[in-house]
């Protein structure tokens, strides 16, 4: 089982950019799904992006979807990362990468078994 520690975040003005990065323990991350998750304050975790094992094909969450965020991995690294830019004060919030052993880039947090610490991430306007 993989061990997952994101780093990146921080303080950014709106408009601004930043690149989260997610580690990965072990020497079978690229058999894993990746997927990044957020939480702002007293809303619930929701899905943001997720990347799938073998084919790589990706999938975003409906906040995200007009293209400002991108989800890679370079499985050579056992890194995943999220690039975000056009940042909005929106996007402020905790955000988690987590592993999953589905073979599709799948949105459901239920699939995902190892999580990382997370990393805040905050938009200032």
């Known amino acids: 089982q993989v061990q997952l520690v994101e780093s990146g975040g921080g303080l950014v003005q709106a408009g601004g950019s930043l690149r989260l990065s997610c580690a990965a323990s072990?020497?079978?991350?690229?058999?894993?799904?990746m997927g990044w998750f957020r939480q702002a304050p007293g809303k619930e975790r929701e899905f943001v992006a997720a990347i799938a094992s073998s084919s790589g094909n990706t999938y975003y969450g409906d906040s995200v979807k007009e293209g400002r965020f991108t989800i890679s991995r370079d499985n050579a690294k056992n890194t995943a990362y999220l690039q975000m830019s056009s940042l909005k004060p929106e996007d402020t919030a905790v955000y988690f990468c987590a592993a999953s052993r589905i073979l599709w880039a799948t949105t459901v947090q239920g699939h995902y078994d190892t999580w990382g610490q997370g990393t805040q991430v905050t938009v200032s306007s």
């Open positions: 072990g020497r079978t991350f690229s058999s894993y799904t």
